[in-house]
């Protein structure tokens, strides 16, 4: 007896993911890899491709070798020149418009690659995500408290501004005042921060640091600026993407990458596209990108200095429960309770963070202030990622003046020397 054909319209059931139930060891390795560290990156797509990649980098304040934006593409590409890294995420590409006249004339705003707004914290989003933080652009729009007054007039007064001269920096729309004890915040610079956490202002570049502000109407392609989705579906693409991009993680892993609640991500996770994960010694609930599970990862481990704001281990829990390695960032705490340093980077070698380096640059001398190994075994590849760090920041030496192993100094400065010639 033969069974009937399925009915014309219906799909088929597709396969359960071949594996659901993975070893730390495993899930390390799709982590590793989903963060750009495992296997050959695409140097054709270059920093865009890995700012596309990772979904969003994170920006800060202290530059120590560099700043941290440049410290990620660094990290999984290697000694990129520098001027390319700000270049690859803030120069926009020219669009062509075509007109009776003139069928291929330069579109008068070409369209950016990223934006700033806040994620993670701030960070450099792919612009083609604008739409998906609608949600928080909404929650700031109806936030009923702020920690600066916001002087009456002057938002319409910032409006206008760039609306008639152009993208500004805050400097040029009115600048910060000077209070008695600090650099405070001017009513202008309110105002601007303000429209841009509500996104009628964007910010596409950094000139010498400072925000660039523009209308978002004017800088944002109109297909994106337009595509004004509800909560939910915001939601469930974050969610999506940052499965996608830490390869598998918990709960708090999850809604950790773009800030979310976790009842945000409760609500959105089984319509995410990811899939349910037992993790060998997590002990809680995980959940994983398919397309991670299809194949384990394998190829070249990168060797590397990461910045401490470095996405693979921005989650402090996730980097103990995956490396068994304790991150904090000790540039905000006295000097006298640092252990490790003032922004002492984790060094990635061989798939495991195998020690930490506090570096500082005198003239062009790279300075390791102190160096943690995890063990004689640590030696070579930190002094790997000294030299390899040293060479991109244009230093032809370098110094080591601390070792938590005073043992283990002697051997690391040999590997140095040896290489240094």
């Not at 014309?8 to 989903?34: N, V």
């Not at 792919?126 to 007054?149: G, K, Q, T």
Request: aromatic share 8%; proline share 10%; net charge positive.
């Amino acid at each position: 007896m033969t069974s009937s054909p399925p009915h014309p319209t219906s799909a088929p059931t597709p396969p359960p993911p071949p594996h659901t139930q993975l070893s730390a060891d495993e899930a390390r390795r799709i982590a590793l890899r989903a963060q750009g560290f495992l296997g050959t990156p695409n140097r054709k797509a270059g920093v865009r491709g890995i700012l596309r990649h990772l979904g969003a980098v994170q920006l800060d304040t202290i530059s120590v070798l560099a700043r941290s934006h440049e410290l990620i593409p660094y990290a999984r590409l290697g000694a990129i020149p520098r001027k390319n890294v700000e270049a690859a995420y803030w120069n926009p590409t020219p669009t062509t418009e075509a007109t009776p006249h003139s069928p291929h004339a330069p579109h008068p705003h070409p369209h950016p690659h990223a934006f700033e707004y806040w994620s993670h914290a701030a960070c450099i989003l792919p612009v083609e995500e604008w739409p998906h933080f609608a949600f928080r652009r909404r929650a700031y729009r109806s936030r009923p408290h702020w920690n600066h007054d916001l002087p009456p007039g002057t938002y319409d007064q910032v409006i206008k501004q760039l609306r008639t001269e152009g993208p500004l920096t805050a400097t040029e729309l009115g600048g910060a005042k000077r209070t008695s004890e600090w650099w405070d915040w001017s009513g202008t610079k309110v105002a601007v921060e303000r429209a841009l956490m509500y996104g009628e202002v964007v910010c596409v570049e950094r000139r010498g640091w400072k925000r660039v502000y523009d209308l978002a109407e004017r800088a944002i392609p109109p297909t994106l600026l337009h595509d004004e989705l509800d909560d939910t579906e915001c939601l469930r693409r974050l969610v999506g993407l940052a499965g996608q991009s830490l390869g598998i993680g918990t709960r708090s892993d999850i809604a950790d990458y773009h800030r979310l609640k976790a009842e945000q991500v409760d609500a959105v996770i089984a319509d995410s596209g990811l899939v349910p994960v037992t993790v060998e010694g997590w002990g809680k609930p995980a959940w994983a990108d398919p397309a991670a599970l299809e194949t384990l990862p394998r190829g070249r481990h990168r060797t590397t200095l990461l910045s401490p704001f470095d996405s693979l281990i921005w989650e402090r829990a996730r980097t103990e429960r995956i490396f068994g390695f304790t991150h904090r960032l000790e540039a905000y705490v006295p000097k006298p309770k640092r252990v490790y340093g003032y922004f002492a980077m984790p060094v990635l070698a061989g798939g495991h963070l195998v020690g930490r380096v506090d570096p500082a640059r005198e003239g062009n001398t790279l300075v390791a202030r102190q160096v943690s190994l995890h063990g004689p075994k640590a030696v070579p590849a930190v002094a790997q990622a000294l030299l390899e760090a040293a060479t991109w920041v244009n230093c032809t030496n370098v110094r080591v003046e601390r070792v938590d192993t005073p043992d283990l100094r002697t051997p690391l400065t040999r590997e140095l020397t040896q290489a240094l010639g």
